[in-house]
Nanobody
């Protein structure tokens, strides 16, 4: 069983920055390196959507078009930590942000259905 705990959410004005952290722990079948780690978000009344993900074994990164150039996903592989640096935040970035883990290839982890484990979420609110 994999446990994910997020931290770092909060309220910020448009143009500001926040850094989210996700601590992963537990039993990783075939090892942590076989997992795709990522961040999803869900705004009120909207479906949960992928934001960014990272291939833990290769440090290969994927981003949603809406956050490219503004958000950066990174990891501390040894500590099993995943981070999301969010810059130039916009009001439309307001959402609950969830850390996610999947044993699927990162190229297909684009929808919630492909995620095996979720964190409890951390709220990000961006005011105009």
């Amino acid at each position: 069983q994999v446990q994910l705990v997020e931290s770092g959410g909060g309220s910020v004005q448009a143009g500001g920055s926040l850094r989210l952290s996700c601590a992963a722990s537990g039993i990783f079948v075939s090892g942590y390196r076989s997992y795709c780690m990522g961040w999803f978000r869900q705004a009120p009344g909207k479906e949960r959507e992928g934001v960014a993900r990272i291939v833990t074994a290769e440090n290969r990164l994927y981003y949603a078009d809406s956050v490219k150039g503004r958000f950066t996903i990174s990891q501390d592989y040894v500590k099993k930590m995943v981070y999301l640096q969010m810059n130039s935040l916009k009001p439309e970035d307001t959402a609950m942000y969830y850390c996610a883990a999947s044993r699927s290839d990162c190229t297909v982890v684009t929808s919630p259905a492909s995620v095996g484990y979720w964190g409890q979420g951390t709220q990000v609110t961006v005011s105009s």
